[in-house]
Structure formats: C-alpha cells, structure tokens
C-alpha cells in the first residue's frame, strides 16, 4: 500500500475545523463527529489522479449524507414516451462524497463516494445485493422522437457491468458499472455523449464507489478506464491509511 502523502491546505486543520463546524447544525447532529472528521482527511487528493483523466482543480468538493438507496444505474425505456428505469441498492449507515471538478467548463470529473455501513456484515450484505441488482443494467437500445416543429431526436445508450480484478481488496474483486449514451438533434451536427465508468470496492465496513465522468464529445479510452481504476485503489489506500 502506497504511504499516504500529508493533507494539503485544502483539506488541513481549518477545512475539517469548517466540516466539523458543519455537523453541529440541526439538520447534521445524527453525524459520528469523529467518523466524520475521518471521512474529510481521508478521501483522494488531486495527485491521485492520473493525467490520463484530465487536469483538475485542486479544490476539494466534500459533502455528508446520511444513507439513502444508493444509485446503479439508469437504463432508458425504448418508449421515448415512458420513463426509464433506476437500479438503486438500499441504503447504508453513512454517505461521504468527495469529488474534483476539471479546470476546463464542461469538463470531466471525478468522484468518490465512501458508503458507510453498520458492520462488515452490513457491508458484505449490501456489496452482494449490489452485484445482483447490477445485473439489471445490462443492455442496450435507442429511441427517436420528433418534435411539433419537425426537429428529430435520437438516443442511443450501452450498459455494462464487469469484475474487476485489477482492483481488489483481501481477494474481493471490484464491481464495475459503464454507462455509454449518445444523443443527437436534427439541428446540431455536434452529438452530445455522455460516459461514465463507476467502480465499485468492498472495504471493511463500507463501499467505495469511484466514477469518472467524461462530460465531452469523446467516448472514454481503455487508457482512461485503466486510471479510472488506478484512481479506485487509491481511493481504498487512503479511507484506509
């Protein structure tokens, strides 16, 4: 296990003084004070992100939540008149988020997610029920509507789930969920795609989910998803340096 460098500025004495500060408004007082203090120290920096990825701001976005169901996936009905469906898991104890936003408007990003259960036996529970409701995501279609005005659309979409053995903790493979869409307009030669790639760790007591969001007009590389889950064993070394 790679040494955890020191917390930057960023996230030193007076960010978590900040967080902290946080837990003590009416809405946050269910949080564990020092589970929280925890949380805030021990997510990615931006030096666990590969170039691979883009180049990000250095700010870290951190957030708490107690648990809710936690989101899978969403698979698109072919009926561009009916909603589509979401593969959502129940929820666990504690939710810590911490994300980094690209230096470029509009740009990828990355986030992580630290998905705090009861015990390990809640966390194993919930990783094996997330492995079976992952399988509903799989699949893949597209829709085309027209307007009143003439203007036609269309969407396409692709979701996968996959193992992960590169990312492993005391023999446990990662799960790994992508989701790939494409939208076009009859008024734009400029498709919209929308990538992403989540990976999914069981750790001790809690899930960590790491995703990358693409956020661009290009599909995600195998280089990109191979730092995507560079960036997943980081996350795991540093909830649990």
Known sequence: ??????????????????????????????????????????????????????????RLNFSAAPGYKNFLCYVPSEDPQDNGASISTGKSQYQFMADYNSKKASGPSVQVQVLKYASDAAAIKAFNAMKTQAKKCNGSGSTTSTDDDGTSYSNSWLVKTSVVPAVSVVGVESLGITQNNLGTDSTSDDPFLNDNYA???????????????????????????????????????????
């Open 1 to 58: 296990m790679r040494i955890r460098p020191a917390l930057t500025a960023a996230i030193g004495a007076s960010l978590v003084a900040a967080l902290v500060g946080m837990v003590a408004a009416p809405a946050a007082q269910a949080y564990d004070r020092d589970l929280y203090t925890y949380a805030a120290g021990h997510m990615i920096t931006q030096s666990d992100i590969p170039k691979a990825l883009g180049v990000f701001d250095s």
């Open 199 to 241: 990976v999914y760790s069981l750790v001790n007591d809690a899930i960590i989910e790491t995703t990358y969001f693409v956020n661009g007009p290009k599909n995600m590389t195998s280089a990109q998803r191979k730092a995507v889950n560079q960036v997943a064993f980081n996350a795991i070394s540093e909830w649990m340096d």
